[in-house]
């Protein structure tokens, strides 16, 4: 089943307004968890890493003061795209590593992915 | 800048097996394989990784080059369910290291 989950799965919103988009770790506490964006017939692109109590990591080009994101306790991140805009219709989808030790070896799984379309 | 190189497209026989390629010429003596796949507008899902020695779990396998330099994911028996967005990446592992994709292989497995 499902160990990282995302909501809402997809929303639409008129231009100039904020959408939150959640990221949740379902069975194990992520200290990190990484956003990225994915627009149609191209690759993940990754914004930014969420650590849990301390300010986010942003990549080369993406906007802190647009995509804002809060690791507020270790099973979520927020990320919240403010002022949004038709050119931030995106894919965008967080994963979270599963801690070494609980049976896993590391690796990163995946939210289902949340489309936001902005009219 | 994706450290790996895998082809465009590829096509395969319901049932056959699937054999993706990937090369990784600068992976670093640190940095594990990590193949990953992407179903149409889902989240991507996690598949097999490796460091040196070949892996097989219930998903796939993975044969990596005894020098690291290249690997092939294989899929024994494609199904239709098996069309998606494969994904090579090579990364640091353990609780380090977000992971940089490349543009991936479309496999398309056919009837």
């Known amino acids: 089943g499902a160990v990282v989950s995302q909501h809402p799965s997809r929303v639409i919103c008129k231009s100039g307004t904020s959408v939150k988009i959640e990221c949740r770790s379902l069975?194990?506490?992520?200290?990190?968890m990484f956003w990225y964006r994915q627009f149609p017939k191209q690759s993940l692109m990754l914004m930014a890493t969420s650590n849990e109590g301390s300010k986010a990591t942003y990549e080369q080009g993406v906007e802190k003061d647009k995509f804002l994101i809060n690791h507020a306790s270790l099973t979520l991140s927020t990320l919240t795209v403010t002022s949004a805009h038709p050119e931030d219709s995106s894919f965008y989808i967080c994963?979270?590593?599963?801690?070494?030790?609980?049976?896993?070896?590391?690796?990163?799984?995946f939210g289902e992915g949340s489309r936001l379309t902005v009219l | 800048d994706a450290k790996t190189t895998q082809p465009t497209s590829m096509d395969c026989a319901e049932g056959r097996a699937a054999n993706l390629p990937c090369n990784h010429s600068t992976i670093s003596g640190n940095e594990y394989v990590y193949w990953y796949r992407q179903i149409h507008s889902q989240g991507p899902q996690y598949i097999i990784h490796?460091?040196?020695n070949n892996e097989t779990n219930e998903m796939a396998s993975l044969i990596i080059t005894e020098d690291r330099k290249s690997s092939t994911l294989i899929l024994p028996h494609a199904t239709l369910r098996d069309t998606a967005v494969y994904y090579c990446?090579?990364?640091?592992?353990?609780?380090?290291?977000?992971?940089?994709f490349g543009k991936g292989t479309k496999l398309s497995v056919k009837p």
């Open positions: 994963s979270a590593r599963k801690p070494t030790g609980t049976g896993t070896t590391g690796e990163l799984f």
């Open positions: 069975d194990f506490q992520a200290t990190t």
């Open positions: 490796g460091l040196k």
């Open positions: 990446i090579v990364s640091v592992g353990g609780s380090q290291g977000n992971l940089i």
